[in-house]
């Protein structure tokens, strides 16, 4: 029996959020650039504006990718294991009643919400169907899979050899039985919420970068310039625009956004948590050391 891996295709949708990944990166080092540059006034918000608004679909879009990236269906005679970024869904074989193509439904399948090249992800109602959830790339070829619980629809790479597996293995039987599981990227988020030092680092960072944000909010427009850069021994103290302030909240919430997404990927496993505390504690520290060079900053007499 050909039991494996099926994954989905990849290439069009790495390709497409890739491109929209640069596109808004580029967009948002344009406006940070330029933000650096002005000074307060109408052409200042202009630009931070652009650049907020280009910056903060970059992490979900870069969640996306790497989910794509990682995307498999394993089957083997026990279980068919879907896996899609932080979202797993492990199905006993014994509880798929079918699977089949979508193409053999009466009543064509609604995409959901905002689909997009190797994204279909999301829930629908079917009318015959009733619940179904997406864990799908490409729409040509998407494949039913049929339990008590809800429909999943997925889109393996090859659909016609993923049905012959599991009627194979339907045939042959089970090794072992296998407990059905669920795993939801907001599980793994309550679940870390539960650790007293997660929620810790997490709330510490958060004020933190808020602070920083208004801080600098402050200091740029009842500062004209600062002092940003080296000064040495005997020469002229160069000073910039006190705009150029934005930066350092701008890579402090970039970080710790890194940061607190690395720290969940390494906590769903117990064996790798004390690495993910390291993460979000470095996170922490590093907004701390953004706070405190601001501070250094204005501090030092221009």
């Known amino acids: 029996m050909n039991v494996g891996h099926y994954p989905p295709p990849r290439q069009r949708g790495l390709i497409a959020h890739s491109l929209i990944l640069l596109v808004l990166t580029v967009i ?12 307060v006034g109408p052409a200042f918000l202009i630009w931070l504006l652009t650049a907020l608004f280009a910056f903060a679909p970059i992490p979900f879009f870069a969640y996306r990718a790497y989910s794509l990236w990682r995307a498999d269906y394993h089957i083997d005679r026990d279980s068919l294991a879907i896996s899609w970024g932080l979202r797993v869904e492990d199905i006993p074989l014994s509880d798929i009643e079918w699977m089949r193509s979508a193409d053999d ?11 997009f090249p190797g994204g279909l992800l999301g829930i629908r109602r079917h009318p015959e169907l009733g619940v179904v959830e997406f864990l799908a790339a490409d729409a040509k070829k998407l494949l039913l899979v049929a339990t008590a619980k809800r429909i999943f629809v997925i889109s393996p790479e090859n659909p016609a050899g993923l049905t012959q597996t599991f009627a194979r293995a339907t045939e042959m039987g089970s090794l072992q039985p296998v407990e059905a599981k669920s795993v939801y990227p907001s599980f793994i988020v309550t679940r870390a919420w539960e650790s007293g030092i997660a929620r810790y680092l997490w709330l510490t960072a958060l004020f933190l970068n808020i602070g920083l944000f208004i801080w600098a909010s402050l200091i740029i427009p009842s500062t004209p310039r600062v002092a940003v850069g080296q000064q040495f021994a005997g020469g002229i103290l160069e000073t910039v625009p006190s705009s150029q302030l934005i930066i350092f909240p701008v890579a ?11 720290g969940l990927y390494f906590y769903r496993w117990e064996r790798e948590r004390v690495l993910a505390f390291i993460i979000w504690g470095s996170s922490t520290l590093t907004s701390l050391l953004f706070l405190l060079a601001v501070l250094f900053i204005i501090t030092t007499p221009v």
Request: net charge negative; charged share 5%; glycine share 6%.
């Open 252 to 262: 402090s919430l970039l970080l710790a956004v890194i940061g607190w997404i690395a």
């Open 105 to 115: 439904l009466t009543t064509p399948l609604a995409l959901p919400p905002f689909p």
């Open 28 to 39: 948002a080092v344009i406006g940070f650039f330029n933000l650096s540059s002005s000074e």
